[in-house]
């Protein structure tokens, strides 16, 4: 949008992304999620600072707290480098990502991936910047069930982050697993064993960031972490927009 239409929009409002309230837009040059999102909502979906682990976001019950390193990620810790995430998956953010997945309301995919890319910069990162965005993806018979791929929706969204290019052949799901939310702990495990395969010539050597909507018990996330890491890629980060409780 050129400078014209930057004020033209300030001045005659906009409508929330999530409400569809009409609202005067965000400063210039803000945060793009003040100018997709009324203050009412803006509030609801504030990030969570506090009270998680910074391994995997699971939230405590003193969200008050500093983040700390909960029991399952010091016993056995995660295959990825550094984690960055938006807030727990309840409330607004829980219904946003749930009409977006599940209802195609792919309009949704701006304003969650603002949060998104507002939760990489957020977060604290260790070593060297990594280079390549790779997208969770969905098996090939799951994919044309549904039509899209909610993890490349948002990685799209979060292509223009400096240094970071985007590759969603990188990582392809090789077999066709039931879904994690019906199975328990070490049933997940075992569903997901080999359920990903990555192309080493597209990551060897290189830094990834591994984007999904939503971590549960993380299994998924370890899995493709791990195919990436046995093809070469130099580290695995991890950015999701939510985590639910630990089940």
Do not use: I
Not at 113 to 133: I, K
């Amino acid at each position: 949008m050129n400078g014209l239409g930057v004020r033209l929009a300030s001045f005659l409002g906009r409508r929330c992304q999530a409400c569809g309230e009409a609202f005067r837009g965000g400063e210039p040059g803000g945060e793009e999620s003040a100018r997709l999102l009324c203050p009412g909502c803006r509030d609801l979906l504030a990030p969570r600072r506090a009270g998680y682990c910074p391994a995997c976001g699971l939230c405590y019950a003193d969200a008050a707290a500093e983040p700390y390193l909960c029991g399952p990620c010091r016993s056995a810790p995660r295959p990825w480098r550094n984690f960055a995430w938006h807030g727990p998956y309840a409330g607004l953010l829980g219904e946003l990502l749930r009409t977006f997945k599940f209802n195609a309301r792919l309009g949704l995919s701006r304003v969650l991936a603002a949060l998104a890319r507002e939760a990489w910069e957020r977060a604290a990162r260790d070593g060297p910047a990594p280079d390549l965005l790779v997208p969770v993806p969905l098996h090939p018979r799951r994919l044309a069930e549904r039509g899209y791929n909610q993890s490349l929706l948002l990685a799209r969204g979060l292509a223009g982050l400096p240094g970071l290019g985007l590759d969603p052949a990188a990582l392809a799901r090789v077999r066709d697993t039931p879904p994690q939310a019906r199975l328990a702990g070490a049933e997940r495990r075992d569903n997901l064993r080999g359920a990903f395969a990555a192309d080493r010539g597209r990551v060897a050597g290189r830094g990834v960031v591994l984007v999904d909507d939503v971590m549960t018990t993380g299994g998924t996330l370890e899995e493709a972490s791990l195919a990436l890491l046995r093809a070469g890629a130099r580290s695995v980060d991890v950015l999701v927009l939510a985590r639910t409780p630990r089940e």
